[in-house]
T-cell receptor, first 115, second 112 residues
């Protein structure tokens, strides 16, 4: 079935380090892809998205490129900050009945950035 | 979160009791969803709604029911709570396909 696979965490980095969180997907058709971020005690917030192949989503210094040939959507940031510490979820949109769309999530990657 | 609230934020209940969680939106969005979040599983869809009185099951719907009598409210009911339903529950809304979702702040439910 359709699914999302994220790299296992937790990931611990020093401030200003380069971040990559890997995400690959399996899907029939052409899903839209998302990265969500969850700060402690909060709900999920949309970080960035891409709706078709070769699109690059970007926000707050984070980037991810929709790679159809490798079915990947890896999250990157050139220089992380302590405030980036959170759980990051990769997700894709799948069709449901009644024109609804289901967000299917990876298992999440905990990122801790040390000063 | 803008335009979406969940209540209660925390609840402890006993095994076998009924529990209802409420999601309220002020965005007039058509689609509403209930997810549960458990360690190692990410978020999994319980039920969703695509309009007033239009609801359907997600991948982990056993033991849960939902109702949507008004656009703004989507209720999740555990008819007889079990310890396996201890989780954090998130409601989400969306306006249109592929637009991404807006999530509520979650309800932490503990069944003892």
């Amino acid at each position: 079935g359709d699914s999302v696979t994220q790299m296992e965490g937790p990931v611990t980095l020093s401030e200003e380090a380069f971040l990559t969180i890997n995400c690959t997907y399996t899907a029939t058709g052409y899903p839209s892809l998302f990265w969500y971020v969850q700060y402690p005690g909060e709900g999920l917030q949309l970080l960035l998205k891409a709706t078709k192949a070769d699109d690059k989503g970007s926000n707050k210094g984070f980037e991810a490129t929709y790679r159809k040939e490798t079915t990947s959507f890896h999250l990157e940031k050139g220089s992380v900050q302590v405030s980036d510490s959170a759980v990051y979820f990769c997700a894709l949109i799948l069709p449901l009945g009644g024109s609804a769309r289901q967000l299917t999530f990876g298992s999440g990657t905990q990122l801790t950035v040390l000063p | 979160d803008a335009g979406i609230t969940q209540s209660p934020r925390h609840k402890v209940t006993e095994t076998g009791t009924p529990v209802t969680l409420r999601c309220h939106q002020t965005e007039n969005h058509r689609y509403m969803y209930w997810y549960r979040q458990d360690p190692g599983h990410g978020l999994r869809l319980i039920h969703y709604s695509y309009g007033v009185k239009d609801t359907d099951k997600g991948e982990v719907s056993d033991g849960y029911s939902v109702s949507r009598s008004k656009t703004e409210d989507f209720l999740l009911t555990l008819e007889s709570a079990t310890s396996s339903q201890t989780s954090v529950y998130f409601c989400a809304i969306s306006e249109m396909d592929r637009a991404g979702y807006t999530f509520g702040s979650g309800t932490r439910l503990t069944v003892v």
